[in-house]
């Protein structure tokens, strides 16, 4: 039964792309089978693990116009994850798809002829609640929200909110809020520690474990074009997301 | 004469919001008017400073639509910082404004009736390339870049310079990349100060100085409603920000 998990939030840098490239990896350590979606044009995701953007023949762009399948689209990386990749052209597809009817689902069509083959399949949102992220958010079954547990961010989860309780009534009523997902966390602060808390009493949403830790391994793995899980192996944040993974296959979201 | 300066950086969070408020508020502790204007939707700066975006009756998102003039929606910060607020409604500009014409040059006509009361006017940027954006770039004399100096910033380089370039074709011949400011530096690891001197030699681009290093002082800020400079007063932070105004303030941009 393949899982569809949206990685959103809105705000910039708190390590959306990481996380879908590190559970993805772990994922795939693990034994499953996994698709990851780039669906932001800057394609940070792709590059990220191994690819040019700018070298590549088709894209989650094509596929969403309709153009080319998606089976032709996916690539593999040195990390055993297939992905649908991104490129620059996908800045055009907020403003092509702005007119169309039905815009909300040409992602979730797309994803109906390859889904089969994945145990699990991660969207990496763009910093932004455009029509590419309405579209990841209308095609999963779960959301998880990457969270730096800073105030600025904070700021962001109510909007966030809303824009998913609006896809949930309107596209997919399926949809569920998996959790929050801490990042970059620095538990030394108790700033951190306190905006959890009151991400978590506020909008009753459950805190996925153990939290990933700020590390500068994390800096280097982009650079070799792997996922941190090996470039650090044995590293914490290599660790972290590997016990995310675990918890996070065993259990399906509630709500 | 008014400097008008876009502090632009597709990537997220990279400090833009950061940047806009420590040099605001360093500005007018230096003896400058200055003026600065949340162009993202998530309104983060508006926060920043003390303001509830929800709490607003005008915003920048009205004064580009022509409905308010920009005298009546600027707005005072306990940082002594005026300031053009943002509010969710921003979110709208981008369709409102994409079938327009002359939709680029929006912001500089509004700020045309303002900017001659300030020093300085800061450009706060959402992270993408998107019409807001180019609207900061064709309103500017001047653009800053702050910049993360991890592999994943430096690649959204190549398209920041791109888009700036064609908007000096195109809509603003006359803006000037006055250069990178290094955000988040942790001048402990080699990465970043490669990062860096590549960027700095690839581009030809000017890197401000001094870099702001990582410090746990910013995460308070925003809570407080105040710019760092106020709530760690004598900081690294805070004096380095005062540092990089300084500099800005004595030498304009040469390209
Ligand atoms: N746990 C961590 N510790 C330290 N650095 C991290 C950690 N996780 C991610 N990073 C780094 O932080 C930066 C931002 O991460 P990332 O690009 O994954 O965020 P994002 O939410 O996808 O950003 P965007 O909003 O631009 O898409 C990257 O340079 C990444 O390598
Ligand atoms: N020098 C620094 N050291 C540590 N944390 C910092 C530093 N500068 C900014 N931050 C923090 O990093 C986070 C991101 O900063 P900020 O929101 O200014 O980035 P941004 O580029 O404006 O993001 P976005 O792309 O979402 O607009 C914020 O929580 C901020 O407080
Ligand atoms: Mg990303
Ligand atoms: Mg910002």
Redesign the pocket.
Known sequence: MTRIIAIANQ???VAKTTTVASLGAALVEQGHRVLIVDLDPQACLTFSLGHDPEELEFSVHDVLLGRVAPGLSIITTEDGIDILPSTIDLAGAEAHLLTRTGREYVLRTALEDVAAGYDFVLLDCS?SLGVLTINALTAADEVIIPM?C?T??HRGVRQLMDTIEDVQRLCNRDLKIRGVLPTMFDSRTNLAKAVLADVKERYGLEVLEPPIAKSVRFAEAPAAGRSVLKTAKSSRGAEAYREVAINLAEIEAKN
Chains 1, 2 share one sequence.
């Open positions: 705000k910039g840098g910093p730096q800073e600025l961010s």
